[in-house]
C-alpha cells in the first residue's frame, strides 16, 4: 500500500509512541493503565471506504453488520459486484437509502473514471483529500479517517469522530466531550504526530469500555480484481 511521504508503519508508530509518552503525562498514563497499543490499519481498498461510509453516525458495531450483509449479498464488496446490485438489495441490506445512493455512485464512478481512484490510494496528502470530498456523501470525517487508517498519515486528528471527543476529554480529566475548536486545541499539544495520539486516545477509549478494535473481513480486495 503506497502511503505518500512520511506513512507510518509499524516501527515508526512504536518510536513516536515512545517520544510521545516520555513528554506528556496525560498519554503516558494510558500506556500505564492499559499497556501499548498494537499498530493496526485499513487497507486503501474500495471495501475499506465502503465500510467507512457504512461507519457514519451509526456505532461501529451496526456499520460492520450492514458490511458483512453486503458483502454476502454482493459476493465481495469491489465496485463491480457493488455496482450490480439493485437499490432494493441495497436498501434491504441494512443501508439509509442515502447511504445506499452513496455507496451506488462510489462504486459506479469508480468504475466509469469519474471518482479519481488514483488520488484517493496514491496521492499525497492534499490531492487525496480533496479527491475523497468530491465524492458525494463523503465529509471531513470519512476523510480524515481514512488519511490515517488508510493512508497512514502522521498527523491527522479527525474532530469529528465520537470517540476521540470523548476519549481525549476522559484523558485530559474534561468534564465533557471536547468537541470543534476545543478539541483541535488539545490536540495541537501532540503535533506533529497526532495520528498516533490518536489511536492512544482510542486504545484508552476502548479498554475503558471493555471493548476491542472493530475486526471485518473482506476489506482487502483490490479495484482491478
Known sequence: MTTGPGGLDEDQFGRTVELLVAGDEDLAGIVTRHGRPGFWSRPASFATLVLLILEQQVS????????????????????ADVAAVPHDD??????????????????????????????????????TQEALLAVRGIGPWTAEVWLLACRRMPDEWPVGDRALQVGTADVVGHGEP???????????????????????VWHDYLARRDRAETVVEGLDHPVED
Open 90 to 127: 441495497l436498501r434491504a441490506v441494512g443501508m439509509t437509502r442515502q447511504k445506499a445512493g452513496y455507496v451506488a455512485d462510489l462504486a459506479r464512478g469508480i468504475l466509469d473514471g469519474s471518482v479519481d481512484w488514483e488520488a484517493i490510494t496514491t496521492g499525497d496528502r492534499a490531492a
Open 60 to 79: 461501529l458495531a451496526s456499520g460492520k453488520a450492514v458490511f458483512d450483509r453486503l458483502r454476502d449479498r454482493a459476493g465481495n464488496v469491489r465496485p
Open 178 to 200: 471536547l468537541v470543534g475548536d476545543d478539541l483541535r486545541r488539545v490536540g495541537r499539544r501532540w503535533a506533529p504526530h497526532r495520528s498516533t495520539a490518536a489511536r492512544l
